[in-house]
Protein backbone atom coordinates (compact mmCIF):
# COMPACT_ATOMS: atom_id res chain seq x y z
CA UNK A 1 0.00 0.00 0.00
CA UNK A 2 1.25 3.69 -0.71
CA UNK A 3 0.71 6.05 1.72
CA UNK A 4 -0.07 9.73 1.06
CA UNK A 5 0.46 12.50 3.69
CA UNK A 6 -0.58 15.84 3.65
CA UNK A 7 -0.06 18.89 6.51
CA UNK A 8 -2.85 21.78 8.05
CA UNK A 9 -2.82 23.12 10.66
CA UNK A 10 -6.52 25.07 12.08
CA UNK A 11 -7.47 27.09 14.89
CA UNK A 12 -9.15 25.93 17.79
CA UNK A 13 -12.32 28.56 18.63
CA UNK A 14 -12.55 29.75 22.23
CA UNK A 15 -8.62 28.90 22.69
CA UNK A 16 -6.15 31.55 23.79
CA UNK A 17 -2.15 31.61 21.89
CA UNK A 18 -0.34 29.68 21.84
CA UNK A 19 -3.59 26.67 22.64
CA UNK A 20 -5.06 28.10 19.54
CA UNK A 21 -3.28 26.35 16.55
CA UNK A 22 -3.34 22.48 16.04
CA UNK A 23 -1.18 21.33 13.40
CA UNK A 24 -2.14 18.00 11.45
CA UNK A 25 -0.65 15.68 9.69
CA UNK A 26 -3.34 12.77 7.35
CA UNK A 27 -2.38 9.60 6.31
CA UNK A 28 -4.13 8.28 3.22
CA UNK A 29 -3.69 5.60 0.83
CA UNK A 30 -2.23 6.98 -1.92
CA UNK A 31 -2.47 5.76 -5.64
CA UNK A 32 1.12 6.25 -7.85
CA UNK A 33 0.17 7.33 -11.17
CA UNK A 34 3.71 8.90 -12.25
CA UNK A 35 1.45 11.94 -13.51
CA UNK A 36 3.09 15.11 -14.29
CA UNK A 37 1.76 16.86 -11.04
CA UNK A 38 2.85 14.07 -9.16
CA UNK A 39 6.62 13.85 -9.71
CA UNK A 40 6.67 17.89 -9.88
CA UNK A 41 4.72 18.91 -7.07
CA UNK A 42 4.25 15.57 -5.05
CA UNK A 43 0.26 15.25 -5.03
CA UNK A 44 -0.99 11.82 -4.57
CA UNK A 45 -4.47 11.03 -5.16
CA UNK A 46 -6.41 8.74 -2.53
CA UNK A 47 -6.98 5.54 -3.71
CA UNK A 48 -10.48 5.11 -4.19
CA UNK A 49 -10.57 1.32 -4.71
CA UNK A 50 -9.64 1.34 -1.01
CA UNK A 51 -12.83 3.50 0.47
CA UNK A 52 -14.37 3.88 3.17
CA UNK A 53 -11.61 5.11 4.75
CA UNK A 54 -11.22 4.89 7.92
CA UNK A 55 -10.41 7.72 10.48
CA UNK A 56 -7.71 7.33 13.20
CA UNK A 57 -7.28 10.22 15.20
CA UNK A 58 -3.62 10.07 17.61
CA UNK A 59 -2.23 12.23 20.22
CA UNK A 60 1.52 11.46 20.45
CA UNK A 61 1.89 13.61 23.57
CA UNK A 62 4.14 16.25 24.65
CA UNK A 63 7.48 14.59 25.29
CA UNK A 64 7.84 12.04 21.92
CA UNK A 65 7.71 12.91 17.75
CA UNK A 66 4.67 11.93 16.41
CA UNK A 67 6.25 9.93 13.92
CA UNK A 68 7.02 7.13 16.90
CA UNK A 69 3.38 6.65 16.43
CA UNK A 70 3.20 6.29 13.11
CA UNK A 71 3.26 2.73 13.06
CA UNK A 72 0.25 2.58 15.18
CA UNK A 73 -1.78 4.97 13.37
CA UNK A 74 -1.39 2.76 10.02
CA UNK A 75 -2.11 -0.16 11.88
CA UNK A 76 -5.69 1.09 13.15
CA UNK A 77 -6.43 2.29 10.13
CA UNK A 78 -5.88 -1.16 8.38
CA UNK A 79 -8.00 -2.47 10.45
CA UNK A 80 -11.05 -0.43 10.01
Do not use: R
Given at each position: MNIGAFYRATKVENAQPPYDTINLKV?????????????NQGIVPADRQQAPFPVVILFNGVN???????????KLSERG
Open positions: FYPGKMSGSEQQKCNPELYKWLAI
